[in-house]
Each structure stands twice: as structure tokens, then as C-alpha cells.
């Protein structure tokens, strides 16, 4: 359908030259899928995911050791037409967006074989996985990707049938990349175009401390959980967790003026143009602009 809808474009497009590579690119695509669904058969389904999942984060743990190492190593968003985005996290897939939505495909994996393999070390590095792919996620300052997470996540649980269980088991092997996410968001001089490469390099290899240390204990979460058996213990805790965060959505709808205002000012900010985040990338982060 993809395919079909970028090669239907041509009838409006202003570069055919460039539309018709897209066409190209989307066969490529197609032909990999098509291929994939071809040669894979049941049995191997679960190794090809984690041979994915393992690759991915790979490329993601050599994007963020170079952002944690080596801040000063030049532009990070190579393709890009936004003046301000020189210090989003891109390399080394060249685009902060692609690089973002990657990071995204590896966490939805991992957070998959984290739950149901069957291996138990495979079941410990997949959690650990997701420790080294959120802050990669988070460094490219993308959000259409969190969208994207957030829609995997709710395919997930309406996938499974025992929901009650999933949602616990992702909440406890989300802990570790919460914590990550949090502490890489306090860095402020990673989350900004250093002025000094030396801060940041400090701050940096603070980070790649921590982060290594919460993916030790990461491992160690599905061992745990599997301990934990869904009852009225799990119950409660979603109850309470729900009951949160419908207050916290009616403070911000109170706080907006009430859904209609609330509406309205996402209509303005999403046409408003790009924000201007000065030296702190992290800003767009919390923008509505489309």
C-alpha cells in the first residue's frame, strides 16, 4: 500500500525524478519483506527477531558511545533543514529522524523478546538492551519516534491476550531505560551544543557509567518478574497508576482551560513554526509543531 501510494504521487509530485527514486527505494522494501515472509519459517522466527534486535543495538551503542566519548567529533545531523538541529544525535545512519525511528524498532523488539523468550540470557540482554536504546532515542531529540513507541507498545498489550500480565512486566523492565532517560536528560552539557568540550565529555563518561550499570541491573529484572504472578497485588497497582494519571490529564485540561481550549491552543501550536531552542536541543522535545 505504501508502495503503491508513492508511486500514485507521480500525479502530483513536483520532481519526478525524485519521487520515482522514492518508488524505488519503497520496491526495496518490498521485495525484503517479501522475502523475509518467503524464506523464514516458524521455528527460526525467534532467532531472526533477536539477530535483529542485536544488530539495531549495536548501531545504537556505537551512535551513543560516540555521543557519550566524543561531543566534540563535528555535526551530528547530517541531513537536515533545520538551522538548529546541528547537534542532534544522527550518526552513523545520517539522519536524527531515521536514526530515532531505528532506536524505536530495537526497543519494540527487545521489549517483545524480553517478555516472551524463552531464553533466559536472552531475556536478560534484550533488557538490557533497552537501557542502551532509550537514551539513543532521547539524543536525537525526534518525536514523531515516541509516537511511533507509543503505538507499538499499544499493539503489544492489544496483541496478548493475558494483558494484565504484559502491562506489569513492561512497567518493571521500563524502570531501568525510565532511569537512563531521566539522568541523560540531566546532562546539560550533552543536551546542548557544548561550548565546552571538555564538560561534556566529563558529563558524558559520568553517563556511560550509569548507564552500564543500570543495564547490569536491567539483566536482572525478567529473572525477577517471573517470580511475580498477576493478582490483586498487580490489580491495585494498575488501579493506582490509571487513577494517576487521569488526575494528571485533568489538572492539564483544567490548567488549559478545558478541553476546548485545550483543543484549540493544540491546533495554534501545531502551526506555529519550528521553536527556536537556542542552545538546547532537548527543547523541541515538548513542542507541538508540526
Given at each position: ?231 490483586a497485588a498487580a490489580r491495585r497497582i494498575l488501579v493506582v497508576l490509571a487513577v494517576l494519571g487521569d488526575a494528571v490529564a485533568v489538572a492539564v485540561l483544567v490548567r488549559a482551560g478545558g478541553p ?12 506555529a513554526p519550528a521553536p527556536l531552542v537556542g542552545q538546547d536541543a532537548s527543547a523541541r522535545l515538548f513542542s507541538l509543531s508540526g
Amino acid at each position: 500500500a505504501l508502495g503503491a501510494w508513492v508511486w500514485l504521487s507521480l500525479v502530483w509530485t513536483a520532481d519526478v525524478g525524485q519521487t520515482v527514486r522514492e518508488g524505488e527505494r519503497v520496491l526495496v522494501y518490498v521485495a525484503a519483506a517479501t522475502l523475509l515472509l518467503l524464506a523464514s519459517r516458524r521455528p527460526h522466527v525467534p532467532a531472526l527477531v533477536a539477530s535483529l534486535a542485536a544488530a539495531i543495538t549495536a548501531v545504537c551503542l556505537f551512535a551513543l558511545a560516540v555521543r557519550l566519548f566524543d561531543p566534540g567529533n563535528g555535526a551530528y545531523q547530517v541531513l537536515s533543514s533545520d538551522p538548529q538541529a546541528g547537534f542532534r544525535l544522527a550518526r552513523p545512519l545520517g539522519y536524527a529522524n531515521a536514526l530515532a525511528i531505528f532506536a524505536v524498532i530495537g526497543m519494540l523488539l527487545a521489549l517483545g523478546l524480553a517478555l516472551r523468550a524463552r531464553a533466559p540470557l536472552v531475556r536478560a540482554l534484550a533488557s538490557a538492551a533497552l537501557v542502551v536504546l532509550a537514551p539513543t532515542l532521547y539524543f536525537t531529540y525526534g518525536r514523531g519516534a515516541w509516537l511511533g513507541l507509543a503505538g507499538g507498545v499499544a499493539a503489544l498489550v492489544a496483541a496478548e491476550r493475558d494483558r494484565l500480565d504484559v502491562l506489569v512486566r513492561a512497567l518493571a523492565l521500563g524502570a531501568a531505560p525510565a532511569v537512563a532517560l531521566l539522568l541523560a536528560s540531566r546532562t546539560a552539557a550533552l543536551t546542548a551544543d557544548p561550548g565546552s568540550v571538555a564538560a561534556a565529555t566529563h558529563d558524558g563518561r559520568r553517563l556511560a557509567v550509569a548507564i552500564a550499570v543500570l543495564a547490569l541491573a536491567a539483566a536482572c529484572v525478567p529473572a525477577a518478574v517471573d517470580r511475580f504472578r498477576p493478582g490483586a497485588a498487580a490489580r491495585r497497582i494498575l488501579v493506582v497508576l490509571a487513577v494517576l494519571g487521569d488526575a494528571v490529564a485533568v489538572a492539564v485540561l483544567v490548567r488549559a482551560g478545558g478541553p476546548a481550549s485545550a483543543a484549540r491552543r493544540a491546533y495554534h501550536a501545531f502551526n506555529a513554526p519550528a521553536p527556536l531552542v537556542g542552545q538546547d536541543a532537548s527543547a523541541r522535545l515538548f513542542s507541538l509543531s508540526g
